[in-house]
C-alpha cells in the first residue's frame, strides 16, 4: 500500500491530487500511442491497457493506494519516483473536464515549476514560472 501526502493541489485550479489520478496517468503511459521512455517497464508492472491498470492499480481511498505488480519489482519506490524517469501524474479532473488536448496545451501539475508556454521549432523555448509558496519548496528566483 502506498499513501499520498492530502492537499496537494494540480496548478490552474485542477483540484487535489488523489489516489485517482495514478492509476488514469498509468493508463496514459501504457496506451499504444505512448511514447514514454518507461512505457515497457509499466506495461510489464501494471498491464498493457487501461483495464489491466485499473485492476492492478487499486484505489483504497482519496490517499492510499494497492499495487498488484504483474511481476515482482523490489524498487518499486525508485519505479514510481522521479528519480526513475516519467511517471507524470496527470490531473483525472483535468482529462474528464475538458481532454485530452488540455493536457498538451496547458498541461497541469503539481510541482514547484508550472508550465506556462511552449514554442516547438528550431531555437523554441518551453518556458515555467516558480510557484511560489509551493508546499514542498519555493524555487529560487536564480
Known amino acids: 500500500m502506498v499513501r499520498l501526502r492530502e492537499g496537494i493541489q494540480f496548478h490552474r485550479g485542477w483540484g487535489e491530487f ?6 488514469h496517468s498509468t493508463a496514459v ?6 511514447i514514454a521512455t518507461d512505457t515497457g517497464l509499466f506495461r510489464n508492472l501494471f498491464g498493457a491497457t487501461e483495464a489491466e491498470v485499473l485492476e492492478n492499480i487499486r484505489v483504497v481511498d482519496d490517499y492510499t493506494l494497492e499495487f498488484n505488480l504483474l511481476r515482482t519489482e ?5 519505479v514510481l519516483s522521479a528519480q526513475q524517469g516519467n ?3 496527470y490531473s483525472k479532473n483535468q482529462w474528464d473536464t ?4 488540455s493536457y498538451v ?3 497541469a501539475g503539481n510541482g514547484p515549476w ?3 508556454s511552449r514554442q516547438l521549432r528550431v531555437g523554441g523555448n518551453v518556458l515555467y514560472s516558480r510557484v511560489a509558496d509551493h508546499w514542498r519548496q519555493t524555487p529560487s528566483r536564480s
Open 114 to 116: 508550472q508550465f506556462e
Open 18 to 23: 488523489t489516489a485517482h489520478d495514478v492509476p
Open 29 to 34: 503511459i501504457v496506451r499504444d500511442d505512448a
Open 87 to 89: 511517471l507524470f501524474i
Open 98 to 101: 475538458d481532454g485530452e488536448q
Open 74 to 78: 523490489a524498487t518499486l519506490d525508485f
Open 105 to 107: 496545451d496547458q498541461p
